[in-house]
Nanobody, 115 residues
């Protein structure tokens, strides 16, 4: 069974930075595109960044130029470096495959940006 464990969130002032990590158990990590998703209060979950097994990346327009996704296949871990954070980045952040194949999402990690 695949397990997703996100960490690294917190409270940060606007303009600050955070680095999120997602540890993935199970054998799917090395063969799947991974992504970071986020869900703000009252909004649907959205994909903000993805990275293929060949390290090709893609970003939502709202985070392009500020967020960087990376992965360490040896550690089965995907990261999200978030710089120049804005109030509107406040959300719970989750990782999963792209498209989503892991039905049981992790607990997520809360990112709160104060304005």
């Amino acid at each position: 069974q695949v397990r997703l464990v996100e960490s690294g969130g917190g409270l940060v002032q606007a303009g600050g930075s955070l680095r999120l990590s997602c540890a993935v158990s199970g054998s799917i990590f090395s063969i799947k595109t991974m992504g970071w998703y986020r869900q703000a209060p009252g909004k649907q979950r959205e994909l903000v960044a993805s990275i293929t097994t060949r390290l090709s990346t893609n970003y939502a327009d709202s985070v392009k130029g500020r967020f960087t996704i990376s992965r360490d296949n040896a550690k089965n871990t995907v990261y999200l470096q978030m710089n120049s954070l804005k109030f509107e980045d406040t959300a719970v952040y989750y990782c999963n495959t792209v498209p989503v194949v892991v039905i049981s999402w992790g607990q997520g990690t809360q990112v709160t940006v104060s304005s």
